[in-house]
């Protein structure tokens, strides 16, 4: 096979990297490109976007193929004719996410997930292996959108691999009533449940349809019933499923764009939530595995005209579930910061806790949120996200847009972080109750209401010259909401924008930022 090309999607990034390189330099700083440096840095803000954190995830999860039943006949000197003793197959292995502190966004996942296939099943009645599950990690805080497939189901915390008695080779219970159970629901669930697949493989895979593996019962050869030799032979792991699902996948990486895309009227928004380290979701099941000869001959009575074809069809294993899902990301923070580029929210963050975000005295050094942990001395740990600047119009997209704004859906209480010396010593900034305003404007354009949870201000970088009287002046204009003076380089005010943080979550009447009580010229 030939090497798969990766370039086009290396291109692809770069690209929305550039357009927000110009956006941001010609958009933002009109008269950036001039300078050398700030193209510099620019450059470097595109390397860092290149290879930023994936928040947002599309993922193709298939569960792995059920096992073929085997066709086996067991012979001895006083039974000539023989007795079928075909095992059933295992079933397929499934695909689960699995919520874990040690990720901390999706770059680690592959956007086609599959599990692995059950193991087929054997002479002397012996049940396949059980496909062992595929567990992706995904970091606390996804969210699930569901484009399209069956929705995903939490599952209990255990090791997946423990086997069920079926699942164990040579535990095929003898005794009438278990075996007819177990084969009567599995044969009348597997006509509707094998006609259910046909139609499925034919929506999803309308060219792979014609393939050997996946042919249904009316194409199927009989020459497909394959003795128990044969049987043996084949790969558990069906070196041909594995040809099949790499073809495919560059080609429907391409589609999954347009797939979601074509399907957004369809998407159920947040079928599941992952916020508990250790939570597992399935989002593909394995399929059934087939039943062996043992099974069939006991249970199904075959008229004699198409018994091969018939046997055939009960005997290949069911296709595993499949879904397309779409994996958001929202971090779980109590306490957002929220301010213009270089107000100064990863020095306060690494002020307020023992996060170490990039500080650098330019916009957008933050690229991805950080999240710091506030310790009080009653061990309660509050959780302090500090999210990448917002600039006025970037419900527009321009600057880093709205995206990162996900990541403080959830936080109880706001912190707007404003510069006090943005328009201080002759710098073209914006004046402190304008920064409020806008960011007001943003979240507002963002999520309705998000501006009414509790808030509070932090007046930054009161240490410069002329901060005091602007501080002043900010406590003037801005009613309703407690400010607090602080010099997050030296600490300063730290101790007590805590105990705020701190009561404004405590409080019983909190209030947020209301724009009537703020006085802009
Ligand atoms: N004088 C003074 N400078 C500060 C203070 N806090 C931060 N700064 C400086 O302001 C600049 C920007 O600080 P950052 O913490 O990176 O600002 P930010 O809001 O995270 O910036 P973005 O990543 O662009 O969103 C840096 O040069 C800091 O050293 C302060 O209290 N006083």
Not at 276 to 294: D, F, K, M, S, W
Not at 440 to 451: A, I, K, S
Not at 478 to 491: H, K, R
């Amino acid at each position: 096979m030939a090497p798969r090309q990766r370039g086009g999607r290396e291109r692809r990034r770069l690209c929305r990297s550039e357009s927000i390189f110009l956006q941001l330099y010609v958009g933002y700083f009109p008269q950036a490109c001039s300078d050398e440096s700030t193209m510099s840095r620019g450059i470097e803000y595109l390397l860092f976007q290149a290879r930023g954190m994936v928040d947002r995830f599309r993922l193709l999860a298939r569960g792995g193929d059920g096992g073929n039943g085997c066709i086996s006949q067991r012979r001895s000197r006083s039974d000539r004719q023989g007795r079928p003793d075909g095992g059933d197959g295992g079933t397929g292995g499934n695909v689960i996410l699995e919520c874990s502190r040690s990720v901390w966004d999706f770059s680690n996942l592959q956007h086609h997930t599959k599990a692995v296939r059950g193991g087929n099943g054997l002479s002397k009645k012996q049940t396949g292996t059980r496909g062992p599950d595929k567990v992706a990690q995904v970091p606390v805080g996804t969210v699930i959108h569901l484009v399209r497939g069956e929705r995903p189901s939490f599952t209990v915390n255990k090791p997946t691999r423990s086997l069920d008695p079926w699942d164990i080779p040579d535990a095929v219970d003898d005794s009438a009533d278990s075996s007819n159970q177990k084969n009567k629901d599995g044969i009348n669930g597997y006509e509707a449940e094998r006609e259910r697949s046909n139609q499925w493989e034919k929506q999803t895979y309308p060219s792979a349809c014609s393939k050997a593996r996946f042919s249904n019962a009316e194409d199927s050869d009989a020459s497909s019933i394959q003795p128990q030799v044969d049987l043996d032979e084949n790969d558990q792991f069906d070196d041909d499923d594995e040809e099949f699902w790499e073809d495919e996948e560059e080609t429907e990486e391409e589609a999954l764009d347009a797939d979601e895309e074509g399907e957004e009227d369809d998407i159920q928004y947040s079928v599941a939530e992952m916020t508990r380290p250790g939570q597992r979701l399935i989002v593909a099941q394995g399929g059934e595995g087939g039943l062996g000869n043992a099974s069939i001959g006991r249970d199904v009575r075959l008229s004699k005209g198409n018994r091969q074809e018939e046997v055939a069809r009960l005997s290949t294993g069911q296709p595993g579930t499949e879904s397309f899902l779409v994996l958001e990301l929202k971090s779980i923070a109590d306490v957002g910061l929220v301010g213009l580029p270089n107000a100064g929210k990863s020095t306060l963050l690494s002020a307020l806790s023992r996060a170490r975000p990039e500080i650098a005295d330019y916009a957008f050094t933050t690229l991805r949120p950080n999240i710091g942990s506030l310790t009080y001395d009653d061990y309660l740990s509050v959780k302090v996200a500090d999210i990448p600047g917002l600039i006025k119009g970037a419900h527009e997209n321009r600057g880093l847009g709205h995206a990162f704004l996900r990541h403080i859906e959830r936080t109880k209480v706001l912190s707007y972080v404003l510069d006090l010396a943005a328009t201080l010593n002759g710098r073209k900034g914006i004046p402190p109750w304008e920064q409020l305003r806008d960011l007001v404007v943003e979240l507002e354009h963002y999520q309705e209401g998000m501006t009414k949870r509790p808030s509070l201000i932090v007046a930054n970088k009161i240490d410069e010259v002329g901060a005091d009287e602007m501080y002043e002046e900010l406590k003037r204009r801005v009613q309703g909401v407690p400010i607090f003076p602080v010099c997050a380089i030296l600490q300063e005010g730290v101790p007590d924008l805590r105990v705020g943080l701190r009561d404004l979550m405590d409080a019983s009447d909190p209030q947020g930022v209301d724009l009537s009580k703020v006085i802009v010229d």
